[in-house]
Nanobody
Framework: QVQLVESGGGLVQAGGSLRLSCAAS????????VLWHRQAPGKRRELVAG???????NYAVSVKGRFTISRDNAKNTVYLQLNSLKPEDTAVYYCNAPGRTSDYWGQGTQVTVSS
């Protein structure tokens, strides 16, 4: 099994920054691609960013140019740097790792951006 734990969320003002972390433990050998999603109340879950094992990254158009995803395989951790935050970025952010037999999800970390 794989366990994912997100951290780094908080309350920030518009224009501020946060760095989210997704730490993996357990059968981490099964992990290749790692994705970040977010979900605001009453809204659909949105794919924000993804990164492959070789470091190739993709972003949703709504965050491209403001967010950066990276990974440190030695630490079994994926990061999401959030810059130039906007109120519409407010959501619970989840990391997701498609595994060999199942998809793994963390519990989420809350990001709140005040105007």
């Amino acid at each position: 099994q794989v366990q994912l734990v997100e951290s780094g969320g908080g309350l920030v003002q518009a224009g501020g920054s946060l760095r989210l972390s997704c730490a993996a433990s357990g059968s981490v050998f099964s992990i290749n691609t790692v994705l970040w999603h977010r979900q605001a109340p009453g809204k659909r879950r949105e794919l924000v960013a993804g990164i492959t094992s070789d470091g190739s990254a993709n972003y949703a158009v709504s965050v491209k140019g403001r967010f950066t995803i990276s990974r440190d395989n030695a630490k079994n951790t994926v990061y999401l740097q959030l810059n130039s935050l906007k109120p519409e970025d407010t959501a619970v952010y989840y990391c997701n790792a498609p595994g060999r037999t199942s998809d793994y999800w963390g519990q989420g970390t809350q990001v709140t951006v005040s105007s």
